[in-house]
């Protein structure tokens, strides 16, 4: 069992930038973020592999946002940049297959909340 612990979420106003961080109490395979907002579906954010070889972006973010990971310290950490009010959702870090669907990430952690004032 891996347990995953996000950090970093906060309000911001729009423009500015935010590191979110998710620490993982083992080792892990592909690590992404996803995020919903109120009222919406989750909605995949980025994946990187174990490597940092491979990594995606969901559209809305690409760009702007940066993922990687320190396998040392099985953290992985999500830049993002120029945010907009419609960043605004509760970002959630997870663990397993590199994929841009949920049902591919067996470990999740709890949520951080990011809120973007314009």
């Known amino acids: 069992q891996v347990q995953l612990v996000e950090s970093g979420g906060g309000l911001v106003q729009a423009g500015d930038s935010l590191r979110l961080s998710c620490a993982a109490s083992g080792r892990t395979l592909a690590m992404g973020w996803f995020r919903q907002a109120p009222g919406k579906e989750r909605e995949f954010v980025a994946v990187?592999?174990?490597?940092?070889?491979?990594?995606y972006y969901g559209d809305s973010v690409k760009g702007r946002f940066t993922i990687s990971r320190d396998n040392a310290k099985n953290t992985v950490y999500l830049q993002m940049n120029s945010l907009k009010p419609e960043d605004t959702a509760v970002y959630y870090c997870?663990?397993?297959?590199?994929?841009?669907?949920?049902?591919?990430?067996?470990?999740w952690g709890q949520g951080t909340q990011v809120t973007v004032s314009s």
């Open positions: 997870a663990a397993g297959e590199i994929s841009t669907y949920i049902r591919d990430y067996a470990y």
């Open positions: 990187v592999s174990w490597s940092g070889r491979s990594i």
